[in-house]
T-cell receptor, first 116, second 113 residues
């Protein structure tokens, strides 16, 4: 049973370009979360999605950032017109049904975005 | 606002000794408290959680203690091994979904041979 799969693992973009990060949750998990981590810091919640629905996007910047989790395919975190401050590790996590409130999340290995 | 803080940013422990990683929290309404381990270059890995109505929970080589009176959480690792080297995050969940999970800034645990 594969874990949470994220790709790409590393992504380099120039300022103004777009970044697309993909996440496939664990088999049987229908809840996906995206977190952002700066070096030597904790994880900051960005968005929580179920299939075809955004449940909570309170941690996501209002501009340039969007997320989706279509009926088929992986969840996508999209950052438009990237700036240097977007450089970070972006982690995706999923949770088993019925366990969302416990905080038990299964994380992917992360996508590390570098903006030049 | 709510926050989860840590007493020490780094901890160095002799191999074979027990490790104790501490954490302070501020939100009395949290339902669950969780410890995650993050190895270099990897994603966080769930270690153990404890519900707010408990004060102790044991896992394999790990014990989590919760003191609600002083809003303190600790993770004890028995017989620390080189593979325990990582950053440890405490987190608190306010329930309903992971969007209410607040992560601390982490404690780096290093093991001396």
């Amino acid at each position: 049973n594969a874990g949470v799969m994220q790709n790409p693992r590393h992504l380099v973009r120039r300022r103004g370009q777009e970044a697309r990060l993909r996440c496939s949750p664990m088999k049987g998990h229908s809840h996906v979360y995206w977190y952002r981590q700066l070096p030597e810091e904790g994880l900051k919640f960005m968005v929580y999605l179920q299939k075809e629905n955004i449940i909570d996007e309170s941690g996501m910047p209002k501009e340039r950032f969007s997320a989706e989790f279509p009926k088929e395919g992986p969840s996508i975190l999209r950052i438009q017109q990237v700036v240097r401050g977007d450089s970070a590790a972006y982690f995706c996590a999923s949770s088993p049904p019925g366990r969302m409130n416990t905080g038990e999340l299964f994380f992917g290995e992360g996508s590390r975005l570098t903006v030049l | 606002g709510e926050s989860v803080g840590l007493h020490l940013p780094t901890l160095s422990v002799q191999e074979g000794d027990n490790s104790i990683i501490n954490c302070a929290y501020s939100n009395s309404a949290s339902d669950y408290f969780i410890w995650y381990k993050q190895e270099s270059g990897k994603g966080p890995q769930f270690i153990i959680d404890i519900r707010s109505n408990m004060d102790k929970r044991q896992g394999q080589r790990v014990t989590v203690l919760l003191n609600k009176t002083v809003k303190h959480l600790s993770l004890q690792i028995a017989a620390t091994q080189p593979g325990d080297s990582a950053v440890y995050f405490c987190a608190e969940s306010l329930g309903s979904s992971a969007s209410k999970i607040i992560f601390g800034s982490g404690t780096r645990l290093s093991i001396r041979p």
